[in-house]
């Protein structure tokens, strides 16, 4: 590597391997959790971990299978049909920080990672706790 080349987030956390282990590690969290695995349609969880993984990994600089295979990422679009309540983006932030916890990287790589996790998570939300009756209640 030149001095003119600057080394990818992908490459310094340990590239695919890394990912792999973030993903499949947020997962197990995933499958068992009673608020977050209503949202997944799929009986089997492995498609959408593959998406997930591919998405971080072209995000932070790794290969763009992403893209290559599904098109721009378009997050909040892809979210929109599925309830994401403060309380899913909470599990969902507690499953993926036992997974960056876990994940070997250094407390700097985790925390950067974590910013994003956490920005992205809160973008995502798109309803509220509140069962409707009462937001009905409250509007009259």
């Known amino acids: 590597m030149t001095t003119y080349e600057q080394q990818s987030f992908y490459d310094a956390v340990g590239g695919h391997p ?6 499949g590690r947020f997962y197990e ?3 068992n959790d009673p608020v977050l695995r ?7 969880l492995d498609a959408a971990a593959d998406r997930f993984r591919m998405f971080l990994e ?3 600089g790794g290969p763009t299978t992403y893209s290559d295979t599904r098109g721009h990422p378009r997050l909040r679009m892809r979210h929109a049909p599925f ?26 790589q985790i925390e950067t990672l974590w910013d994003y996790v956490t920005r992205a998570a809160q973008s995502l939300v798109n309803t509220s706790d509140e069962p ?9």
């Open 18 to 23: 890394t990912f792999e282990r973030i993903v």
């Open 29 to 31: 969290g995933v499958a």
């Open 38 to 44: 209503p949202i997944y349609p799929e009986e089997d």
């Open 58 to 60: 072209q995000y932070w």
């Open 83 to 108: 309830a994401v309540s403060p309380t899913a983006r909470d599990h969902w932030l507690a499953h993926m920080r036992v997974a960056l916890d876990e994940s070997g990287m250094t407390p700097e």
């Open 132 to 140: 409707a009756t009462t937001s009905a209640r409250r509007a009259r």
